[in-house]
């Protein structure tokens, strides 16, 4: 291998993948309470914000995932592929 390469197999990109998923899952997308009940206008108006704020960088986190997930299982299954299809039935494959 040369010099600064990398070397990635079919399996490696499906467990990548994989973690991904279960990432995404354990982090769930629920709403973050936060506005209203302290009494304080103000107070209450940050919150909300801050509320909102979460919501939007939990919703945009969850996106990426699920499509960097999904990206690595399509690269794992167009390698499995091209590897298959470059060596014929009794052939010697890598």
């Avoid at 936060?34 to 945009?60: E, K, N, P, Y």
């Amino acid at each position: 291998m040369a010099a600064g390469s990398i070397r990635v197999t079919p399996e490696d990109l499906h467990g990548a993948a994989g973690t991904l998923t279960s990432v995404r899952g354990e982090l769930g997308t629920e709403t973050v309470a936060g506005s209203g009940g302290t009494g304080s206008g103000a107070m209450d108006g940050a919150l909300g914000a801050l509320s909102a704020r979460l919501d939007f960088v939990a919703q945009a986190l969850d996106n990426a995932l699920g499509v960097t997930g999904q990206n690595l299982a399509a690269g794992a299954a167009t390698y499995e592929s091209t590897d298959t299809s470059q060596f014929r039935s009794g052939d010697a494959g890598p």
